[in-house]
Each structure stands twice: as structure tokens, then as C-alpha cells.
């Protein structure tokens, strides 16, 4: 919970219970309705953002949204790190099993009840009985979801989808019951002839069962579905969040100590090795290193940090040894704060969702209006009651479907966790629907028109020296670094020459480069500043060449051996070829 304005507060409800947007609705209506609260309920994400006075209680608005018939909790803190066998693939088995189940029993048992519904030739004399006999559990457990809630929102005097389901379905399975036990429908030898002609009939002979059962198995294929669709979009946000280190080596009384990242404490000095992550935000207190921040803020050149530089969690350590000391833990780090702001884009709503919810409320009434509607048309019409209640319940059961409450929101939630996943963070849902005004884009160049990885760009080499004889010798010499820098000089060395020969000797130097024996040479690779050290300095096309390439945003990298300077390297992250 965080304080928005002064006087005022905001907090994050879960929401249980919900089965179509008309409930979310309902909620954001009842909430509303509360002295000094403003609230907004996605039916996609099932949270209710809330912002209230301070002298209303978190308990109060739980409490009323439990009186309108579902469930309300204050969400678990947000966790940078996912506890053992918790992962998504965990939470959606758990969660859709259940939905799994009803779905395979009633598509097993209805397919029957459509088949001879359907064909003539596989209807035998007593085949509406074997139909009422496998319809009967996918109408009752299978359905049992729909009903469960059609009566929970019935003892609030509110309908919602479920209610058009459930009252669909079951006026087509009782009707059934009354033709079979009551009418001409279970004389055996009766048949449903396939037909394209259209003929006035009482009813009394005819059954729905396929019907009941076929529009049960549907919906309950469309909510697992829109479900699945759910979990996934949902696990982009987790996916952000099992970026950061799982474990860290922490220092405590002299001595190292491997802990879970989520034990960790502010004020803790933990031990970065090369090639780990860093586990949480902190300052840098021992060592220097190259911390590669691309997952943060795309940049592809890593950035150079010492003795009280600030570092984040999640990035990955380039080079040198790093002691640490954590500044913010959990919910308080950059990567906890970037969820944060990727969940609450999930949970806003654009102004096509509003439109949508606003239909979805009154799209239920409305629906049930016109079943009474035709069923007083065909009686005034002198059709008789069984025609009348057919045309009835032929529009209950049209009207089941519920996809207009749920596309919108599901599209927009896709939306901003796909950007999450490819390191897009999106404000809110409104930015994505105004984006359809936008006619500049600026882009800045890393990572988004270019590769995202550090590429050899050019070699520049002083009078009389051959560049074969430059890449092979710095390159053999970088490819014992872990510096991304360095690994994009042995790469573009590998790829134009083939094999590299191994140093004799090799050392680097933090923040400066590397130096090492290569076939007998004393090579120094890194900045102008290391060839100073060993009284070298670059010739003047070699200078000049090093202030374009760092003009042009490049980087570049002075090469020398034997005591002179011998090449001037350019490295950047290279634009696309898209």
C-alpha cells in the first residue's frame, strides 16, 4: 500500500470469484459507491486497484466487495526471487486442473449426445435415454462452475454471464426431462429426422439434451482457454522477475556464507564473482568491474564501476571481483519496482475495456428481457406454451457466450506482458490505444535498431603494420578476458582469421585492459591510458582515428607490442540488419 496524495491512500485487492466481466463490474460499481473511494476492477488481471480515504479501512472495502458475492485479499508482496516449486508452470497446473477436468468429462460424454442428436442413422429405439444418461453429469458436474455462480449472484439480485448459461442450459435439459417423462419424446423408436425445412410443432416430442450438453462443453473450452490465456500473459511478469540471482555468497564475521537472495538484508556485504549476477541493488565497497546493464537499461557497453559506485540487482558482473553492500532488498529493488510498473499497466484500463465493461453490465438484463419477450410474442400468437418456451430458451442459449467482456482485457494484458518479456515497459493500457495517433517515433540507438551485442567494427593500424597481424595478436590476448569488449575483439578476430594462438602469459589490469605474452610479443590491448603506463603513445593517424571512432559513440581500443603502439580498434553494438 502507498500513499498517493496527502489525506489519501492506494492499495491492490486479489479478487476471487469472478467469471465474466460483468462481475468485475458489479465490484467496481459496489466499491465506488463508498464514501471517498475510487476503484477500478480488471476482470483480466482479477485485481481491483483502489485509491480511499484515510479514514476508510482496507477491512471495509474487503468487506463489501465480499457482500456482493466474491472474495477479496491484499495480493503477496511482490518476490525477486520464486520459492522451489512455485514456478509458473506450477501456479497454472494448480489453478486450471480443476477447469481441465470438467472440460475433458463433459467434450468425453456430450460428443455422444451431439452425434446422435445429429445423425439419424445412429439414433436405435431407445437412444434418447442413453442420451439423458450421459448429458446428466456434464449438465450438472460439469456445469456445476455456472451454477454455483448464477446462484451466488442471484442471492445478491444481480445476473451476470453465468446466469445466461446456467439458466440456458438448464431450461434445455429440464425441458428435456418433461418431454421424456411427460410428452411423446421418450417413446421408443422416436427419432429426430434431419430436416432443412422449417414446421410448427408443440414441442412435446423433441429433447435438447445436445444442446445442454454441447453448449456446457463450449463454454467450459472458451473459459479454460481464456484462462490459459491469462496464466501466460500473467507469467511474463514472473518471467521479469526469476531475472534476478537465485542464491548469493554473503559475508559475514570474516567468512562466506551461501544464502537464498531472499534472506538477504540491507546492510549485508555479499561477494560478486565474475559471470554472476549481482543479487540486489547496493554500493560497491571492494574490487572494480565492467557490469553488463543491458536487462535494465538495454545499454549494451558495459558500464565501468568502483569503490562506491552504485550497482543493481539482476545485472551481471563483466569482470573483476565485487564486494557489495546491499542498499535495497525485495520489493524496494530496481527489477521489484519494474514488475510493479508492468502490473499496474496490466490492471488499467483503456477506454475500449470501459466501453466493453459497460455493455457487459447491461448485456445479461437485456438478454433476459428478450427470452420473456418471445416467450410472451408466441404465446399472444396462440403458438402454445412448449413452442413459446423453445423460442425462449433457443435465445437464452445464443446469448451464452461471453468473449465481449473478456477480448479486451485479455488483449491489452497480452500486450504489455509481451513488451515486458522484450524489455518494453508499458505505462498503462491507455498509452497502447493512443499509440493509433502517433506519427514520430524516436528511438534511441541501443538495443532497439541495434543487435544488442558488442561487434568489432573496424581496424585502424599504424604505417607498416599488417592487420592479420593485429587481430591475431590482441585477439588472442582478449579471449582470455570475460570483458564483453574484449570478447567482441576475439570474436571479429575468430571469424575473420580461424584459429587463434593461446597467450604465453596473461594479466588484466581493472580498468584498464590486458597485457600477455603472445607468440613471444608483449602485448598490451585497452585504453590509451595503459600504453601511457609503459611510455607508449599513439602516432597521430592512430590519435585521430581514435577521436572518430569516440566521436561517433564507438569505443575504442589502443593495441600495442614490443613497446609501440600498433592499432586503434573500433567496438559498438552494431545496428540490425532488419
Not at 485479499?73 to 477436468?101: F, H, I
Not at 567482441?488 to 600477455?516: H, K, M, W, Y
Not at 602516432?539 to 600498433?566: F, S
Amino acid at each position: 500500500m502507498t500513499t498517493t496524495t496527502p489525506g489519501a491512500a492506494e492499495v491492490e485487492l486479489a479478487i476471487g470469484g469472478m467469471t465474466c466481466a460483468s462481475c468485475a463490474a458489479r465490484i467496481e460499481k459496489k466499491l465506488n459507491r463508498m464514501d471517498g473511494v475510487e476503484a477500478t476492477v480488471n476482470y483480466a488481471t482479477e485485481k481491483a486497484k483502489v485509491t480511499y480515504r484515510e479514514d476508510v479501512a482496507v477491512a471495509d472495502l474487503i468487506a463489501t466487495v465480499e457482500t456482493t458475492g466474491y472474495t477479496a485479499r491484499k495480493p503477496e508482496p511482490v518476490r525477486t526471487v520464486p520459492e522451489a516449486g512455485s514456478g509458473p508452470a506450477q501456479d497454472e497446473s494448480n489453478e486450471l486442473r480443476p477447469l481441465r477436468q470438467r472440460l475433458t468429462t463433459a467434450v468425453a460424454l456430450a460428443a455422444p449426445v451431439i452425434a446422435m442428436a445429429m445423425i439419424p442413422a445412429l439414433q436405435f429405439e431407445y437412444w434418447q435415454w442413453l442420451s439423458l444418461t450421459l448429458a446428466a453429469p456434464v449438465v450438472t458436474y460439469a456445469a456445476w462452475p455456472f451454477h454455483k455462480a448464477a446462484w451466488t449472484n442471484a442471492r445478491h439480485g444481480a445476473a451476470t454471464m453465468d446466469t445466461l448459461i446456467s439458466v440456458g442450459t438448464s431450461a434445455a435439459f429440464l425441458w428435456s426431462l418433461w418431454a421424456l417423462f411427460f410428452g411423446t419424446a421418450g417413446t421408443p423408436g422416436m427419432t429426430h429426422p434431419f430436416e432443412l425445412t422449417i414446421a410448427r410443432a408443440d414441442g412435446a416430442g423433441n429433447i435438447y439434451l445436445e444442446a445442454a450438453a454441447g453448449v456446457t462443453a463450449f463454454i467450459l473450452a472458451g473459459r479454460y482457454f481464456e484462462s490459459r490465456s491469462k496464466r501466460k500473459a500473467g507469467a511474463a511478469l514472473k518471467e521479469l522477475l526469476e531475472l534476478g540471482a537465485k542464491d548469493v555468497t554473503v559475508l559475514r564475521d570474516g567468512r562466506e556464507e551461501h544464502i537464498a537472495t531472499g534472506e538477504l538484508k540491507v546492510g549485508d556485504r555479499f561477494l560478486v564473482r565474475p559471470g554472476e549476477k549481482i543479487a540486489t541493488d547496493g554500493v560497491v565497497v571492494e574490487g572494480s568491474s565492467a557490469v553488463d546493464a543491458a536487462m535494465l537499461t538495454g545499454e549494451s557497453v558495459p558500464v565501468e564501476v568502483g569503490v562506491g559506485d552504485a550497482v543493481t540487482g539482476a545485472t551481471l558482473n563483466a569482470g573483476g571481483r565485487l564486494v557489495v553492500e546491499a542498499t535495497r532488498v525485495g520489493a524496494d529493488t530496481q527489477l521489484a519496482r519494474m514488475a510493479k510498473l508492468v502490473e499496474d499497466a496490466q490492471n488499467g484500463k483503456a477506454a475500449a475495456q470501459r466501453l466493453a465493461d459497460k455493455i457487459s453490465a447491461v448485456f445479461v438484463p437485456v438478454v433476459i428481457a428478450l427470452a420473456l419477450g418471445t416467450l410472451g410474442f408466441w404465446l399472444g400468437n396462440g403458438a402454445g406454451l412448449t413452442a413459446a418456451f423453445t423460442a425462449a430458451v433457443a435465445v437464452l442459449i445464443i446469448a451464452c457466450p461471453c468473449a465481449l467482456g473478456l477480448a479486451t482485457p485479455t488483449a491489452l494484458m497480452v500486450g504489455t506482458g509481451r513488451g515486458a518479456q522484450l524489455g518494453i515497459l508499458i505505462k498503462g493500457p491507455e498509452v497502447l490505444e493512443t499509440t493509433r495517433k502517433v506519427d514520430t517515433i524516436v528511438l534511441d540507438k541501443t538495443g532497439t535498431v541495434t543487435t544488442g551485442k558488442m561487434t568489432l567494427l573496424a581496424v585502424h593500424t599504424a604505417d607498416g603494420t599488417d592487420e592479420d597481424d593485429v587481430l591475431r595478436l590482441a585477439g588472442a590476448l582478449e579471449h582470455s578476458s570475460e570483458h564483453p569488449i574484449a570478447q567482441a575483439v576475439a570474436s571479429g578476430a575468430a571469424a575473420r582469421l580461424g584459429t587463434l594462438p593461446a597467450p604465453e602469459d596473461f594479466a588484466n589490469i581493472a580498468g584498464l585492459g590486458v597485457q600477455g605474452i603472445v607468440e613471444g610479443h608483449a602485448v598490451l590491448v585497452g585504453r590509451e591510458k595503459l600504453l601511457t603506463e609503459w611510455v607508449i603513445t599513439l602516432p597521430e593517424n592512430l590519435q585521430r582515428a581514435k577521436a572518430e571512432a569516440e566521436a561517433a559513440g564507438r569505443t575504442a581500443i589502443a593495441v600495442a607490442w614490443d613497446g609501440e603502439a600498433r592499432a586503434v580498434l573500433e567496438v559498438a553494438d552494431a545496428i540490425k540488419e532488419t
